[in-house]
């Protein structure tokens, strides 16, 4: 006989179903004789079969079975091994009808647990004492367990240690114990006659300092920055007498080349200040009307740098300016904004009535005596470096223009005289003596001739017209170099440059302008009302080779000069315009 499949499905759900309801009914309790007790949640309850309870129940002795409606009453012995197993996990659960591991088949109390010695380990680094820019003081009878550090700030030590005492830019001071190592970076270390250091001293850019008492239990390891050389004795008095306390100068023995370099210095500023006076009072003067552009000039320069280096770093040809051009420049551009800003403070101080080149040296004072002081001297100092690279870049970028130089007043043209109508038909003799007072007979043959107008400008004209700024020259000499690069660029290698000058001067000679100046609308003239000739164009296209060899500061000088003249148009003679008329090529 065939059964379905459901059927048997449905007789088995009800098998288990009826099983478990069993077992529920087995494991509870009356509530007259077994107070309530929590149960652990049905997922982590133990299984116990049906027959369980019972064994659990049954009494040492042979007793009379209980009837069936009658209460059953447990043991205590029963009642205690209950609430064990309800309260222990699955696992801990011994199989019914086994033995358990106490040797019993009932019910036992409890033993006491086995109490443990606990071994305290300390791990160093978990609660290491640090602070940055700020004292690291671990007192007397004071205990850390792990390293006290400390950064740009000293690490004084009179309790114990458990780790390591480091300080990186400031002193260790140790009169305590230091279960580790004593380190100090660019700082001394001080061992007092209570100090105790089971390990290393290591003292890098620094001296050690030990009491009679001091216990070192490792090797003392001494080094200079820059590996096991040292700077010499004069830059290490520099180093502990000034840089190490925050100024960059100082005073002492040792200490005379110092102030030699800072004399060479200050002459340098004066050199400035004496060649380039209009440079020299416009980059001062851009901090006291552009302040604002100053300071983000600054900032925007040196986030700039770096980018700038990398840049020319990945270009193969740029490799010789990351190296050499790009630093060069901008340490001649701090030097002459610091020049500028000693230039403002001496005029300043003296009302404005000293040359430039006085007034760098007035202005340069106070700031050497303020350099002495300690932290704010190299805060000043740095501050000095910043603006000054942010006064030279806001003056390239600025787009001030000097006012042009007011026209003179032109003396009236001389009026020809007044032919009457009848002498129309005088010839030129007797025109002549009309014009001085003789009397004149007959009559003109032929009308006054008058002269044509005419569109050419004198060179005197030519030179007072709108000089060209550096952006607008700039730009015209990148288009001559595009150019010198596309006709001659696979032929020339490394003669682009003399062939980029005589390029400039045929153009100067015949055009007066190249093809990037038609294009900018410039116009190269001289300022002795004079035509370019062959010798001026020869000088300033060999001039360029100067402007361009002191890392470019002489086509960069147009940016300052009050006459907005490049070295090589002072040295010629030179001056660039930009005509009312743009000049053409043919």
Not at 92 to 119: F, I, L, M
Not at 269 to 276: A, C, E, P, R
């Amino acid at each position: 006989m065939k059964t379905p499949t459901r059927q048997l499905f449905l007789s088995a759900a009800i098998a288990l179903c009826f099983t478990f309801t069993l077992a529920a009914l087995a494991q509870e309790t009356t509530p007259a004789t077994v107070a309530p007790e929590k149960t652990a949640p049905p997922a982590a309850a133990p299984e116990i079969p049906p027959a369980a309870p019972a064994a659990l129940a049954a009494p040492a002795a042979p007793t009379a079975p209980a009837a069936p409606d009658a209460p059953v009453v447990l043991p205590e012995p029963a009642k205690t091994e209950l609430r064990r197993l309800d309260a222990a996990p699955a696992a801990e659960v011994a199989p019914v009808g086994k033995k358990s591991t106490d040797g019993d088949d009932e019910a036992s109390p409890a033993k006491p647990t086995r109490r443990v010695k606990r071994t305290t380990v300390r791990n160093h680094g978990s609660n290491d004492r640090v602070s940055v820019m700020g004292e690291t003081h671990v007192l007397a009878g004071e205990k850390v367990d792990g390293a006290a550090v400390g950064v740009l700030a000293d690490v004084i030590v009179d309790g114990e240690v458990f780790g390591d005492a480091v300080a990186v830019m400031g002193d260790t001071t140790i009169n305590g114990t230091v279960n580790g190592n004593a380190v100090s970076v660019m700082g001394d270390i001080h061992l007092g006659p209570k100090a105790r250091v089971t390990g290393d001293v290591v003292c890098v850019g620094g001296d050690l300092h030990r009491e009679p008492g001091a216990e070192i239990g490792g090797k003392i390891v001494k080094k200079t920055i820059g590996g096991n050389r040292h700077f010499g004795p004069g830059l290490d008095t520099w180093w502990s007498h000034g840089l190490k306390l925050g100024r960059p100068l100082a005073t002492g023995s040792g200490l005379s080349w110092l102030w030699l370099f800072t004399v060479f210095i200050i002459g340098f500023y004066m050199l400035l200040g004496l060649v380039f006076p209009g440079g020299i009072r416009r980059s001062g003067d851009m901090l006291v009307k552009r302040p604002v552009a100053v300071v983000v000039s600054s900032i925007l320069t040196m986030l700039a740098l770096p980018l700038l280096f990398v840049l020319l770093l990945v270009t193969v040809v740029g490799i010789p300016v990351a190296l050499l051009v790009l630093p060069v420049g901008v340490v001649l551009a701090v030097l002459f904004g610091k020049a500028a800003i000693y230039g403002l403070v001496g005029r300043t101080l003296s009302r404005d009535r000293l040359h430039p080149a006085l007034a760098v040296l007035v202005g340069a004072v106070p700031f050497v005596l303020l350099f002495l002081v300690p932290v704010a001297g190299l805060m000043l100092w740095l501050l000095v470096s910043l603006l000054g690279l942010g006064c030279v870049v806001t003056g390239l970028v600025s787009s001030e223009k000097k006012p042009a130089p007011p026209t003179p007043p032109m003396a009236p043209a001389p009026t020809a005289p007044l032919i009457p109508p009848m002498m129309a038909g005088a010839s030129s003799v007797g025109v002549a003596s009309f014009a001085a007072g003789a009397p004149v007979e007959g009559v003109m043959s032929a009308p006054l001739p008058l002269p044509a107008p005419t569109d050419v400008l004198p060179p005197a004209a030519m030179a007072a017209l709108p000089r060209a700024g550096f952006w607008i020259r700039t730009g015209a000499l990148f288009i001559d170099g595009i150019v010198v690069a596309v006709c001659f660029g696979p032929w020339a290698g490394p003669a682009v440059l003399p062939i980029l000058a005589l390029y400039g001067a045929l153009l100067w000679k015949y055009r007066g302008t190249t093809i990037g100046g038609i294009v900018c609308g410039l116009q190269v003239v001289r300022l002795d009302d004079r035509p370019l000739d062959w010798p001026t164009v020869a000088v300033r296209a060999l001039a360029c080779f100067l402007s361009l060899v002191v890392v470019g500061l002489g086509f960069v000088w147009v940016a300052f000069d009050d006459e907005k003249q490049s070295w090589h148009d002072k040295i010629a003679g030179t001056t660039v315009v930009r005509p009312t008329k743009r000049p053409s090529l043919v």
